[in-house]
T-cell receptor, first 114, second 111 residues
Framework: EAGVVQSPRYKIIEKKQPVAFWCNPISGHNTLYWYRQNLGQGPELLIRYENEEAVDDSQLPKDRFSAERLKGVDSTLKIQPAELGDSAVYLC????????????FGEGSRLTVL | GNSVTQMEGPVTLSEEAFLTINCTYTATGYPSLFWYVQYPGEGLQLLLKATKADDKGSNKGFEATYRKETTSFHLEKGSVQVSDSAVYFCALIVNTDKLIFGTGTRLQVFP
């Protein structure tokens, strides 16, 4: 069974440029999460989807970040414009049911903003 | 609020040494507790969990016991291997809230 797939693995951009990350969750997993992991820190939740609906986006900086999960499967996280402080690893995870704590993570997308 | 505190790393051990990584938590309510592991170049994966007081989670020779009286969930292994070198994250979830992670502890095991 395929795991959570993320792309790109690495992205280097200049500040003020846009960037997008893509995630394909495990088949059949209704819940999808985007986390941000700063260097030396634990992951922090940005947004959680139940199927197509964003049910927890309280930590998403909505002035520059946006996310979507069309058809309740793949998801895209976008940053526009990127700032230096956005440099981090963006993790996608999925689970069969919500908030059991048992998440399956992708390998992450490492963003460097110059 | 809910939070997790882990011992700072790196923890450096020789192969076959005994491992303890400390984790304490603060929670409103009754959390479920987890240890996740991140091997080099890989994504986070669940190592073990415990959902109520005095439960012991175990996997791959690792163990952790949910201690409500000390609000702790320390990770232990009797004999570490080089392949256990990774970053270990303690985490909790309370009711239907989000999974909250600690800052992670890097373990380095040398032959």
């Amino acid at each position: 069974e395929a795991g959570v797939v993320q792309s790109p693995r690495y992205k280097i951009i200049e500040k003020k440029q846009p960037v997008a990350f893509w995630c394909n969750p495990i088949s059949g997993h209704n819940t999808l999460y985007w986390y941000r992991q700063n260097l030396g820190q634990g992951p922090e939740l940005l947004i959680r989807y139940e199927n197509e609906e964003a049910v927890d986006d309280s930590q998403l900086p909505k002035d520059r970040f946006s996310a979507e999960r069309l058809k309740g499967v793949d998801s895209t996280l976008k940053i526009q414009p990127a700032e230096l402080g956005d440099s981090a690893v963006y993790l996608c995870a999925s689970s069969f049911t919500a908030n059991t704590g048992e998440l399956f993570f992708g390998e992450g997308s490492r963003l460097t903003v110059l | 609020g809910n939070s997790v505190t882990q011992m700072e790393g790196p923890v450096t051990l020789s192969e076959e040494a005994f491992l303890t990584i400390n984790c304490t938590y603060t929670a409103t309510g009754y959390p479920s507790l987890f240890w996740y592991v991140q091997y080099p170049g890989e994504g986070l994966q669940l190592l073990l969990k415990a959902t109520k007081a005095d439960d012991k989670g175990s996997n791959k020779g690792f163990e952790a016991t949910y201690r409500k009286e000390t609000t702790s969930f320390h990770l232990e292994k009797g004999s570490v291997q080089v392949s256990d070198s990774a970053v270990y994250f303690c985490a909790l979830i309370v009711n239907t809230d989000k999974l909250i992670f600690g800052t992670g502890t890097r373990l380095q095991v040398f032959p």
